[in-house]
Nanobody, 127 residues
Framework: QVQLVESGGGLVQPGGSLRLSCAAS????????MGWFRQAPGKQRELVAS???????NYGDVAKGRFTISNDNAKNTLYLQMNNLQPEDTAVYYC?????????????????????WGQGTLVTVAS
């Protein structure tokens, strides 16, 4: 089994910055896309940003101009740099991976996972 573990959330004042991280619990051989979604209370989950294995990035309207997605393949970690945070950015932020192939352990073959979600990390923007 493989897990995506988010970290970096917390309380920040309006105008502040946070950097979220999403670490895979096992080595990723390949993936189709990885991304960040968020869900505010009473609202649907929405795309924040995604990145393809080729490095192509896609941003939701909520992120354009303020957030930057990146990944470090060597560390099996996805990042989201968030600047100029506003109260409306308050939400649980989830890491997502699509079309993931995980390196097999002990000579076992690699394993394909169609989709994996992290447990989420809470970001609260308030003064």
């Amino acid at each position: 089994q493989v897990q995506l573990v988010e970290s970096g959330g917390g309380l920040v004042q309006p105008g502040g910055s946070l950097r979220l991280s999403c670490a895979a619990s096992r080595s990723i051989y390949s993936f189709k896309t990885m991304g960040w979604f968020r869900q505010a209370p009473g609202k649907q989950r929405e795309l924040v940003a995604s990145i393809s294995s080729g490095g192509t990035t896609n941003y939701g309207d909520v992120a354009k101009g303020r957030f930057t997605i990146s990944n470090d393949n060597a560390k099996n970690t996805l990042y989201l740099q968030m600047n100029n945070l506003q109260p409306e950015d308050t939400a649980v932020y989830y890491c997502n991976a699509n079309g993931v192939v995980i390196v097999g352990r002990g000579g076992l073959q690699n394993t394909h996972y169609p989709e994996i979600w992290g447990q989420g990390t809470l970001v609260t923007v308030a003064s």
